[in-house]
Nanobody, 124 residues
Framework: QVQLVESGGGLVQAGGSLRLSCAAS????????MGWFRQAPGKERESIAA????????YYADSVKGRFTISRDNVKKTVYLQMNSLKPEDTAEYYC?????????????????WGQGTQVTVSS
């Protein structure tokens, strides 16, 4: 079992930055692919970033490419999402997820464990 706890959300002005963290429990964190998803009110949950077990392979949705960076620290059992140049349309609940596989995963159905989410609100 893996438990995931997100932190770092909040209110920020457009153009600002936030760094989300997702701390994981469990001894096998380093063998899991990790991902970040977001869900805005009235919209479906979307995959925005993913990383393989080693951190050597990453994925970004077009909507965040060039602005967001996913990374992981397997010693600290934590995955991060650095978000720069934030826009009002980035406002959403952000979730991290863990997949019991080493290779990168982009589909929500590939993930086995989910955090509770952290709210990000970007004001214009």
């Amino acid at each position: 079992q893996v438990q995931l706890v997100e932190s770092g959300g909040g209110l920020v002005q457009a153009g600002g930055s936030l760094r989300l963290s997702c701390a994981a429990s469990g001894r096998t964190f380093s063998s899991y692919a990790m991902g970040w998803f977001r869900q805005a009110p009235g919209k479906e949950r979307e995959s925005i970033a993913a990383i393989d077990w080693s951190g050597g392979s990453t994925y970004y949705a077009d909507s965040v490419k060039g602005r967001f960076t996913i990374s992981r620290d397997n010693v600290k059992k934590t995955v991060y999402l650095q978000m720069n140049s934030l826009k009002p349309e980035d406002t959403a609940e952000y979730y991290c997820a863990a997949a019991e596989r080493e290779e990168i995963a982009t589909m929500s159905g590939s993930y086995d464990y989910w955090g509770q989410g952290t709210q990000v609100t970007v004001s214009s």
